[in-house]
């Protein structure tokens, strides 16, 4: 028992002084989030068409857009290798495009560091939107008006989601940092 405040000892713990977060719970939280979410689409649902849209990447912009310096710049690199072996897609393109959309954001980030949510929304479905172009040229599926239609729903529901995944980031990002 506590004399001050007459409660256990084990009721304290969490609100000591100088205690810091977890430092694998720190370190561990942004990669484990994005791999999660590049397994999600394989494990939810398989069909022929892509239905759900590719939510290792949004969560990659999450994180990129919400905690602008925690991921290094060639984090897309191997993120964007993980993605590859559980998407389908040729090996090395979301290498590929991860790493550019990575270099893209560093560039707006600095050229414009006043950033707001709708700006951030902005940029993460115009890159959003980009990278689901690019890795349906990628694929080297046939780009006709009724794949380009069938597939279009996934692009939407990339440019919907960003709001939804920036939530969830900063959610994990509380529990990151908690004590």
């Known amino acids: 028992m506590d004399r001050i405040t007459s409660r256990p000892q084990s ?6 002084i100088n205690r810091a977060p977890s430092p694998w719970r720190v370190r561990s939280v942004p990669y484990v989030s994005i791999v999660l979410g590049s397994l999600v689409p394989v494990i939810v649902i398989a069909d022929m068409m892509p239905l759900v849209p590719p939510l290792g990447f949004l969560m990659l912009l999450g994180w990129r857009m919400v905690r602008p310096g925690l991921l290094p710049l060639w984090a897309g690199a191997p993120l964007g290798a993980i993605d590859d072996l559980f998407s389908g897609q040729p090996f090395g393109s979301a290498i590929l495009l991860w790493s550019l959309a990575m270099m893209a954001i560093e560039v707006i980030e600095t050229r414009f560091p006043w950033r707001g949510f709708w700006q951030d929304w902005f940029t993460a479905s115009l890159i959003a939107a980009t990278y689901w172009f690019a890795a349906q040229l990628v694929s080297g599926a046939d780009m006709t008006m009724v794949s380009l239609s069938v597939a279009a729903p996934q ?6 989601l960003y709001p939804v995944m920036a939530r969830l980031v900063a959610r994990l990002d509380q529990f990151r940092l908690a004590r």
């Open 155 to 160: 692009a939407l529901l990339s440019v919907l």
């Open 11 to 16: 009721e304290l713990r969490g609100q000591s």
